[in-house]
């Protein structure tokens, strides 16, 4: 009720001469998630914040990259408040489907050309790739903002 | 339990007695001579070590098509032509289960005395490499397809072959999950060459627990574990073909304390080379641990040039799996007699009691079989079904010959055998037929020859000229004299010749 009563109040203002876009979407947050609970982490520490990094292969920047990043972290960290014993965990919408059974039939592939065709570079019919995984450097040898926190 | 090889490891060590090793080893056995007989300098003088050996055996399941696509699965072909969308993990694709690796699955594990779960669950295991396109490999993680089993495998002690002791390992689970590409790394231009042909084919991952304690019960499990898969036809488990891959764990601890920090060994292409490699790995902890260092939980992979273990370049450091649930494929239903729905499709039921009826004789069953048949030995039975295709032929020559079979045992496992493998020739290829030896065996039954005789009519039926026992006994005048008057007048001659001289 309350959103149709504003929504009739903002059509009837008078319509600015410049024709501004009206958004419903307010400019700041009106509110935040600001506190970690009570007995949670506070910050998350260098090593971890490197190991992110290292897996993820993101690069935080600075310390509002970090700070977006733990703010995020006790946003989610919400759902530690409800109340789950007793409750089996479900991980799909398909548990009551029926897994369906393929017949052991050769009924794919033969495709070389079309397949190669997506890839940048190729050696005789095969993909190419960098050699192995080239780690990344440790975080003492980075440049990043890490080094400094 | 864990259990010790009887102390074995500790003498041995001490008389430094095990193959190639770190350059030390000979003063090091040394020192510990001279420490066995004077008072023990440090804590860590005379204590034994006991070793933990862990191992996780892929085995890639002998089906036409792929685990979650419509591919072929072929060993050599040419690159990246056995490869659908799937497999490339285009976007848009979505697995869908092969009925026929979950049956092989449930054969492994109802073969290796595991429960079998109704309802198993996939996931997804996310690590970055270039021969795994889609990021993730499906896997069971959370709840496999079989657990909680057992194998059992004889070893020979005291390499006599006329002592074996049976030992069982505990299997912790059976999973279904995608093989990754093949990379053929190109260090010359700095690139890897990637090929999807293998890519999602199915494998069954065999998870053992740490019950073993050296390289030689290793090898025996999973020479065990080979037959078991090749006489189920649930997987070819040609090693040399990768069709079986083992990973060992291996740590070692003193008895009584907490076990040692494990590292996994890895590119080991053989049964023999899992033996080095395992008793090379414990050698190199203790030696380590021994001389006050750490052992690193890490990866290390098996040279068999040099036969030592080397850190692996890419395993650095401990990885984050990510494991979740895989979001497209609903849980596994297995059913039983019991629990069989009435109204529904059989090509989408997988019966748990059905497959179990057609289980055929495991390689155990066989062995025994065989002993109470023929009376034969144990061990003997152990060399029949090792060698493909000698038990059958070893049947077919006792059906055709009058000799016992506990004497045809000995030419078949003493002599064939031996021409086989000086010839590098298989059972199936040996140019001596069931038929010839039965019959070259009677010709002994009757005393028509000698042993020697024989021995040496084999050799030359071995040539493969097409003659038959009787006519080389002829022409080689091998023929035993039965005639007293003759034999008497031989030896009346050898006298007359040596009186003479």
Same mark, same amino acid.
């Given at each position: 009720?309350?959103?149709?009563?504003?929504?009739?109040?903002?059509?009837?203002?008078?319509?600015?001469?410049?024709?501004?876009?009206?958004?419903?979407?307010?400019?700041?947050?009106?509110?935040?998630?600001?506190?970690?609970?009570?007995?949670?982490?506070?910050?998350?520490?260098?090593?971890?914040?490197?190991?992110?990094?290292?897996?993820?292969?993101?690069?935080?920047?600075?310390?509002?990259?970090?700070?977006?990043?733990?703010?995020?972290?006790?946003?989610?960290?919400?759902?530690?408040?409800?109340?789950?014993?007793?409750?089996?965990?479900?991980?799909?919408?398909?548990?009551?489907?029926?897994?369906?059974?393929?017949?052991?039939?050769?009924?794919?592939?033969?495709?070389?050309?079309?397949?190669?065709?997506?890839?940048?570079?190729?050696?005789?019919?095969?993909?190419?790739?960098?050699?192995?995984?080239?780690?990344?450097?440790?975080?003492?040898?980075?440049?990043?903002?890490?080094?400094?926190? | 339990?864990?259990?010790?090889?009887?102390?074995?490891?500790?003498?041995?060590?001490?008389?430094?007695?095990?193959?190639?090793?770190?350059?030390?080893?000979?003063?090091?056995?040394?020192?510990?001579?001279?420490?066995?007989?004077?008072?023990?300098?440090?804590?860590?003088?005379?204590?034994?070590?006991?070793?933990?050996?862990?191992?996780?055996?892929?085995?890639?399941? =002998?089906?036409?098509?792929?685990?979650?696509?419509?591919?072929?699965?072929?060993?050599?072909?040419?690159?990246?032509?056995?490869?659908?969308?799937?497999?490339?993990?285009?976007?848009?694709?979505?697995?869908?289960?092969?009925?026929?690796?979950?049956?092989?699955?449930?054969?492994?594990?109802?073969?290796?005395?595991?429960?079998?779960?109704?309802?198993?669950?996939?996931?997804?295991?996310?690590?970055?490499?270039?021969?795994?396109?889609?990021?993730?490999?499906?896997?069971?993680?959370?709840?496999?397809?079989?657990?909680?089993? =057992?194998?059992?495998?004889?070893?020979?002690?005291?390499?006599?072959?006329?002592?074996?002791?049976?030992?069982?390992?505990?299997?912790?689970?059976?999973?279904?999950?995608?093989?990754?590409?093949?990379?053929?790394?190109?260090?010359?231009?700095?690139?890897?060459?990637?090929?999807?042909?293998?890519?999602?084919?199915?494998?069954?991952?065999?998870?053992?627990?740490?019950?073993?304690?050296?390289?030689?019960?290793?090898?025996?499990?999973?020479?065990?574990?080979?037959?078991?898969?090749?006489?189920?036809?649930?997987?070819?488990?040609?090693?040399?073909?990768?069709?079986?891959?083992?990973?060992?764990?291996?740590?070692?601890?003193?008895?009584?304390?907490?076990?040692?920090?494990?590292?996994?060994?890895?590119?080991?292409? =053989?049964?023999?080379?899992?033996?080095?490699?395992?008793?090379?790995?414990?050698?190199?902890?203790?030696?380590?641990?021994?001389?006050?260092?750490?052992?690193?939980?890490?990866?290390?992979?098996?040279?068999?040039?040099?036969?030592?273990?080397?850190?692996?370049?890419?395993?650095?450091?401990?990885?984050?799996?990510?494991?979740?649930?895989?979001?497209?494929?609903?849980?596994?239903?297995?059913?039983?007699?019991?629990?069989?729905?009435?109204?529904?499709?059989?090509?989408?039921?997988?019966?748990?009691?059905?497959?179990?009826?057609?289980?055929?004789?495991?390689?155990?069953?066989?062995?025994?079989?065989?002993?109470?048949?023929?009376?034969?030995?144990?061990?003997?039975?152990?060399?029949?079904?090792?060698?493909?295709?000698?038990?059958?032929?070893?049947?077919?020559?006792?059906?055709?010959?009058?000799?016992?079979?506990?004497?045809?045992?000995?030419?078949?496992?003493?002599?064939?055998?031996?021409?086989?493998?000086?010839?590098?020739?298989?059972?199936?290829?040996?140019?001596?037929?069931?038929?010839?030896?039965?019959?070259?065996?009677?010709?002994?039954?009757?005393?028509?020859?000698?042993?020697?005789?024989?021995?040496?009519?084999?050799?030359?039926?071995?040539?493969?000229?097409?003659?038959?026992?009787?006519?080389?006994?002829?022409?080689?005048?091998?023929?035993?004299?039965?005639?007293?008057?003759?034999?008497?007048?031989?030896?009346?001659?050898?006298?007359?010749?040596?009186?003479?001289?």
């Amino acid at each position: 009720m309350r959103v149709l009563r504003l929504c009739r109040w903002l059509r009837a203002l008078p319509v600015p001469p410049v024709r501004a876009l009206r958004s419903a979407v307010p400019p700041r947050p009106a509110w935040q998630h600001g506190e970690p609970r009570p007995g949670a982490q506070r910050k998350v520490t260098a090593e971890v914040l490197g190991q992110l990094e290292h897996l993820a292969l993101v690069d935080f920047r600075d310390a509002e990259g970090v700070e977006r990043l733990q703010k995020a972290i006790w946003f989610a960290d919400q759902l530690q408040e409800v109340n789950t014993d007793g409750v089996e965990p479900m991980d799909s919408v398909l548990e009551d489907r029926c897994l369906y059974l393929r017949e052991d039939d050769v009924t794919e592939g033969n495709c070389t050309k079309e397949l190669l065709k997506n890839a940048r570079e190729k050696v005789e019919e095969y993909f190419v790739a960098p050699p192995g995984n080239i780690p990344l450097p440790k975080l003492e040898d980075q440049e990043t903002f890490l080094q400094g926190s | 339990a864990v259990r010790a090889c009887g102390g074995a490891w500790r003498r041995t060590w001490q008389r430094g007695a095990l193959g190639p090793g770190p350059a030390r080893r000979g003063q090091h056995a040394a020192a510990c001579n001279a420490r066995a007989g004077a008072v023990p300098a440090g804590k860590s003088g005379l204590a034994p070590w006991m070793p933990v050996v862990g191992l996780e055996i892929h085995a890639q399941i =002998s089906s036409n098509s792929k685990l979650f696509s419509g591919s072929q699965v072929q060993f050599a072909a040419p690159p990246n032509s056995l490869v659908s969308f799937f497999d490339a993990s285009l976007p848009g694709t979505l697995p869908v289960l092969n009925r026929r690796c979950v049956e092989a699955a449930v054969m492994t594990g109802l073969a290796l005395n595991c429960s079998i779960n109704k309802k198993s669950l996939f996931d997804r295991k996310h690590y970055f490499y270039a021969d795994l396109p889609a990021g993730y490999q499906i896997t069971q993680q959370r709840v496999p397809i079989a657990v909680n089993g =057992s194998l059992s495998y004889s070893l020979c002690i005291d390499n006599k072959m006329s002592q074996m002791v049976t030992k069982t390992v505990r299997i912790k689970q059976i999973q279904l999950e995608q093989d990754s590409g093949k990379s053929l790394h190109d260090d010359t231009r700095s690139q890897t060459l990637v090929d999807l042909n293998r890519a999602g084919v199915g494998l069954m991952e065999v998870v053992m627990e740490p019950d073993m304690c050296c390289g030689e019960e290793a090898a025996a499990a999973v020479r065990e574990l080979q037959l078991i898969l090749q006489t189920l036809g649930s997987s070819q488990a040609v090693m040399a073909e990768g069709q079986l891959r083992v990973d060992a764990n291996v740590s070692v601890h003193h008895p009584g304390e907490p076990y040692g920090v494990r590292t996994e060994v890895k590119n080991i292409n =053989s049964i023999r080379f899992l033996a080095k490699a395992v008793d090379y790995e414990i050698q190199r902890q203790i030696e380590e641990l021994e001389n006050g260092g750490t052992i690193l939980n890490e990866t290390r992979a098996f040279d068999s040039k040099l036969g030592c273990t080397v850190p692996m370049r890419d395993k650095e450091g401990k990885q984050d799996y990510r494991f979740m649930p895989e979001p497209n494929l609903p849980p596994l239903i297995l059913y039983d007699a019991k629990s069989l729905p009435a109204n529904m499709n059989h090509q989408q039921v997988v019966n748990i009691d059905w497959i179990h009826e057609r289980l055929p004789d495991l390689p155990s069953v066989k062995r025994a079989k065989l002993v109470e048949q023929y009376g034969i030995l144990p061990e003997h039975s152990f060399t029949l079904l090792n060698e493909d295709g000698l038990a059958e032929f070893f049947e077919n020559v006792v059906n055709q010959t009058q000799m016992k079979p506990k004497k045809v045992i000995g030419w078949i496992i003493n002599d064939l055998l031996s021409h086989l493998r000086q010839h590098s020739v298989t059972v199936k290829e040996s140019p001596v037929s069931s038929l010839l030896l039965a019959d070259l065996l009677n010709l002994l039954v009757k005393k028509d020859i000698s042993s020697t005789a024989a021995k040496q009519v084999l050799a030359e039926l071995w040539k493969g000229e097409g003659k038959t026992p009787l006519e080389i006994v002829k022409e080689k005048k091998l023929g035993l004299i039965q005639d007293e008057k003759e034999l008497e007048q031989i030896c009346q001659a050898v006298i007359d010749r040596q009186e003479n001289e």
